[in-house]
């Protein structure tokens, strides 16, 4: 017999009520053992930062050069320079950040690497102040403070992780339910028949023993 799934809403009700508080269940289950796994396999990174500041007040240049770092021709300026240095090397990602209608801008570092990080965020500030001006005009920088070293580890964000794996493991379970529900093989109770084949209830017949 052909399956049917009509998609209606006392369906969805029925069978919330149904399996909803095991969803929820495996689904906490699933968030704990995921977070735990990430705590313990998710390898700390290491920020570092330059501060530097606009001199001529002109907030809205800080807009261009985070376009600038972002350019293909910066990252090969910098690759260059990090290659060139010998250091063993690291996977890592910089960024600028800045306050809104502030003059002052950092670059940030992040790699697995506290020493690299700092590395990395001194030699972005050295390429950056080389070309800068090449590229975009109105450019007038100084900087504020060298990055240092920082061996204080990133926080993972617990936040967004319980909520990702949550809803992964609910999306999962539920997906579990439905085709237990669809193609479990078991008539579960009197509507089964109307939900799963399209079927129209005729009528109830009741064994009795003797």
Not at 166 to 188: A, P, Q
Request: charged residues 20%; hydrophobic residues 40%.
């Amino acid at each position: 017999m052909k399956t049917v799934i009509k998609w209606d809403m006392p369906f969805l009700v029925r069978f919330l009520r149904k399996y909803l508080l095991v969803i929820v269940i495996f689904s906490c289950i699933f968030t704990s053992l995921g977070t735990i796994i990430t705590s313990y396999l998710n390898k700390p990174t290491y920020t570092s930062s330059v501060q530097m500041s606009q001199n001529d007040n002109n907030v809205a240049q800080i807009s261009s050069y985070t376009q600038f770092i972002n350019t293909d021709k910066f990252k090969s300026l910098l690759n260059k320079q990090i290659k060139q240095s010998k250091k063993k090397q690291f996977l890592y990602s910089i960024q600028i950040n800045s306050d809104t209608n502030s003059t002052f801008f950092t670059f940030q570092a992040v790699s697995r690497n506290a020493g690299f990080s700092q590395f990395v965020a001194n030699e972005a500030m050295i390429v950056f102040i080389k070309n800068v001006s090449k590229y975009l005009s109105g450019a007038n920088v100084t900087v504020v403070s060298k990055a240092i070293l920082n061996k204080k580890p990133n926080s993972i964000n617990f936040t967004k992780t319980i909520i990702g794996l949550f809803l992964v493991g609910f999306m999962l379970v539920t997906s579990l339910m439905i085709v237990r529900e669809i193609f479990g093989g078991t008539v579960n109770d009197r509507l089964y028949i109307h939900d799963v084949y399209g079927l129209d209830k005729l009528g109830e017949l009741e064994l009795k023993d003797k």
